[in-house]
């Protein structure tokens, strides 16, 4: 079946979506918002299983929803393999339930969040095409454009940080499945990111440029953003960031 659907890919993608969206306010899990009358994971996934490099696509649905997700990703399960599993209840045990249904094959692992719905495929063939050139760990990254300070929790700036060496990063973060699998089995505190892990086990992560298109849709301007950029003439899903 899997070979029959993709035979080239070499590339599982983990999709975390079991989040709740609370800063997004009422109106269930966040991946299960609607822009463009589609939830969030149904473009994102449409999005990644359009890559000639995935083999599989594997979704941490919200605890209770698996069965509803399977059913709204039933048309892109046409273009690629796609299974669900119940997500937990961190990001990291979400990443973690949904590595371990990872089948045999695909050395290369992207890890992708639901929120990043507009992801371009470009970016996913990108990430992935820098881990099969060698790289353990991947991250694509854009500058950071504010100013940023150090600040107390009583609201006094400690300092300001020089923000030409920062990076804000984004996902799908690519990996060497045995790297990837090595920082999740030696995890101990929740990070927001799998890349963290890998950097505590000492492993060089690599930075690729990462798109604009690739935003967290987090808050509702977030949302109404996304909406927008799907509905604007100038945006084609693949559309180029132009000029950082
Ligand atoms: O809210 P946060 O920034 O952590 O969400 C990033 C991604 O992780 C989202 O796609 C969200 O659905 C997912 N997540 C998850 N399981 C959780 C929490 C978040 O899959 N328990």
New binding site residues.
Partial sequence: MTAQLNPRGDVAVLV??????V?LGPGG???LRRIGGEPLLVHAVRRIAAAPSVHTVVV?APPGDADAVRDLLAPVAELTVVAVVA?????Q???AAALAAVPAGPEIVLVH???RALTPTALVESVAEAVRGGAEAVVPVLPVVDTVKEVSAAGLVLGTVDRSALRAVQTPQGFRRSVLAAAHAAAVDPL?DDAGLVEKQGVPVTCVPGSEYAL?I?RPFDLALAEYLLTSTRYDGEADDGPR
Avoid: C, L, N, Q
């Fill in positions: 975390p979506a079991a989040g709740a969206g800063r899990p966040k991946a941490a997500g937990g209840a961190t990001r045990e979400s990443v969040d639901a929120a927001t967290k987090t």
